[in-house]
């Protein structure tokens, strides 16, 4: 099994929100990033917004100009999955189960058994992940919150067959990166998830069944403590997303009620309305 010292070389897949910060925080940390994603376009983007990020901390002091560009000279985007042989995967793509397995299987192929594979997801078990791989002790999920380069929670989730010191590794690099991390066994939705599922269930159900609108449901929230309404939420996390984040819970607990996603949220959905990333999702953005 791999220590904390051999971990230099990581993939990050998935360039989107998650994916994006992820690679930054490797970067700045001193890692040699690997960025791939099946959209040339949202690589292109992502080497964009990550760039604007180090500058703006450029701008508040927070970091040197130096560090800035050691940073990004750190980070190169691939094009082919073939040449990601690393020490570390972190997975960001969609929130499915058969694409994510099927990612980990061509990893597997190309990837020594030592490499490890942990996924940024907010709802699969690991465990799920990791079935039909042939070595599924190498699999921990590593849940970032979003914003990825801001926000310090991880969750590091171990699945039945996770090794007990790849779950420490990813834990103590999380740390590294300034991170806190916080240990769950494997469940849908893990434990932040779980609960926050309910803040976006029944936000919406409220608005579906002409209680309130979408506004005011974000300005009562705002008013009695939360930091963000849910609907605000929901567009900075990727309405697409939380939809399918809500979908494989809904799955996952044998289709309780509890757990329905939105027919409000699905229209949203098939729209492109997906929130901050396209410009329009419950609000609008410049
Ligand atoms: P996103 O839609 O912003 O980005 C996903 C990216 O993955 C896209 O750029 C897409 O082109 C790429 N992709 C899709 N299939 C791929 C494949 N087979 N190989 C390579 N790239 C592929 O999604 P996101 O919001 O960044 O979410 C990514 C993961 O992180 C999901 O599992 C999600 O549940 C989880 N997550 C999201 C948030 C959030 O707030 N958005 C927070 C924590 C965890």
Redesign the pocket.
Known sequence: MKSLEDIHRIAV????????GIAQVAAQAGHEVLL????AD?LAL?QKLIDKNLTKAVELGKLRAEEKEASLQRIRVAHD?TSLQVDLVI??????LE??Q??FASLEAINSPETIFA??????PITQIAAGLKHPERVVGM????P?HIMKLVEVISGADTHKSVAQLVADLSLKWGKKPVFAQDAPGFIV?RVARHYYVESLKLVEENVTDFATVDRLLESSGFKMGPFRLMD???V???F??TS?MFASFHYEAKFRPSRIQQQKVDAGH?GR?TGKGFYTYE
Not at 13 to 20: K, N, R, S, V
Not at 91 to 96: D, S, T
Not at 119 to 124: E, G, L, Q
Not at 143 to 146: A, E
């Open positions: 897949i998935g360039a989107g929100t998650m994916g994006q791939y994603d099946v959209s949202m992502a999955l997975e960001a793509i969609v929130e499915k694409v994510k099927k990612l996924s940024n997801t907010s709802s699969i849940h970032f919150f979003n990825a998830n900075l996390i990727g697409d997303t939380n399918s984040v494989s997906h990333k």
